[in-house]
């Protein structure tokens, strides 16, 4: 297993940055920052998402989900895995009034063993059809 740098009691702090003493690696300052940076960033994106829906931020009470609602339990992810083809498939479905446009993306991973399946839809207009909780 490779070293996380956990926990804390076993960082030697030097010249702005630290040293594992688990596996000896030097992290610098500049990557502290950038990790609490983007920690903050998660956050602030999060409450936000979690205020349109008229949800509640749940984010730190370490439980699966990090809003709830009375219609939605969601987890929030942000970075650069964002799936391109899901949104343009969603994209190429012409919108009409009164009706959610998704895509349900099916994965079958071979005999034996059932598929999994996922339904994407557009945020906004997932608030706009339902509303704040």
């Known amino acids: 297993m490779t070293c996380r740098h956990m926990p804390r ?4 702090y030097r010249d702005g940055g630290y040293d594992c003493t688990r596996c000896g690696h030097f992290v610098t300052a500049e990557s502290i920052s950038r990790g609490r940076r983007a920690n903050r960033r998660g956050r602030r994106l999060n409450a936000k998402a979690a205020k349109e829906a008229g949800a509640e931020n749940v984010e730190t009470l370490q439980v699966p989900e990090d809003f709830r609602s009375s219609h939605l339990d969601a987890q929030h992810k942000s970075g650069t895995g ?5 949104d343009a498939w969603l994209r190429a479905i012409p919108q009409r009034e009164g009706k959610l446009r998704a895509v349900v993306y099916t994965e079958t991973p071979g005999p034996g063993r059932k598929a999994r399946r996922l339904i994407v839809m557009d945020y906004s207009e997932y608030l706009e059809w339902h509303g704040p909780a």
Request: aromatic residues 12%; hydrophobic residues 35%.
């Open 9 to 12: 009691t076993l960082r030697v």
């Open 82 to 86: 964002y799936p391109k083809r899901l």
